[in-house]
């Protein structure tokens, strides 16, 4: 069982460019998230989704767009970079709200 | 605006000791809290607390919840090298949104 998989894990960007980070789980698990970790901010929610077709933001959206038109899937979208977006990236996914939201290993992105 | 906050913010310990890590919060519509532990790489999941007064153990580590006073605390006892890593606090809110705000984390070191 694979769990949360993102990939890539590591990337570097020029300021402007745009990039996907993918998450894929094989859980069948409704609850996908997107967050950023800085140092010194703790894990910060970016874009959330409860199902496939429905996302919403999260408290860090700017910049970043998201879609999910499965329920495995849940890309995220740098779509100009800043270098300001350069953090650690996490996805987690769960399958009700009562239970633990599980994270992919990270990507490590940098934005020159 | 909801807030989750950690204390310490980092801590150095010989191994066998014992350590308490402090979460305390300010959320609307809370659901739960949780403690995860972060290595290297993803925050791997450690407990959920709903209901307040009930420990949860787990080996070494054990948590309890206080709803009233709107805290939680994570003991590790008979510390070891390995339990060095991050421990991040994390509220679940109760609405549909399925969303968790983290605390910024405790640094936790075990020298040998």
């Known amino acids: 069982n694979a769990g949360v998989t993102q990939t890539p894990k590591f990337q570097v960007l020029k300021t402007g460019q745009s990039m996907t980070l993918q998450c894929a789980q094989d859980m069948n698990h409704e609850y996908m998230s997107w967050y950023r970790q800085d140092p010194g901010m703790g894990l910060r929610l970016i874009h959330y989704?409860?199902?496939?077709?429905?996302?919403d933001q999260g408290e860090v959206p700017n910049g970043y767009n998201v879609s999910r038109s499965t329920t495995e899937d849940f890309p995220l979208r740098l779509l100009s970079a800043a270098p300001s977006q350069t953090s650690v990236y996490f996805c987690?996914?769960?399958?009700?709200?009562?239970?633990?939201?599980?994270f992919g290993d990270g990507t490590r992105l940098s934005i020159l | 605006e909801d807030k989750v906050v950690q204390s310490p913010l980092s801590l150095v310990v010989h191994e066998g000791d014992t350590v308490t890590l402090n979460c305390s919060y300010e959320v609307t519509n809370f659901r739960s809290l949780l403690w995860y532990k972060q290595e290297k790489k993803a925050p791997t999941f450690l407990f959920m607390l709903?209901?307040?007064?009930i420990e949860k153990k787990s080996g070494r580590l054990s948590s309890i919840l206080d709803k009233k006073e709107l805290f939680s605390i994570l003991n590790i006892t008979a510390t070891q090298t390995g339990d060095s890593a991050i421990y991040l606090c994390a509220v679940l809110r109760g609405d549909a949104t399925n969303k968790l705000i983290f605390g910024t984390g405790t640094l936790l070191a075990v020298q040998p």
């Open positions: 987690a996914s769960t399958g009700t709200p009562n239970q633990p939201q599980h």
């Open positions: 989704s409860v199902g496939a077709g429905i996302t």
């Open positions: 709903t209901s307040s007064g």
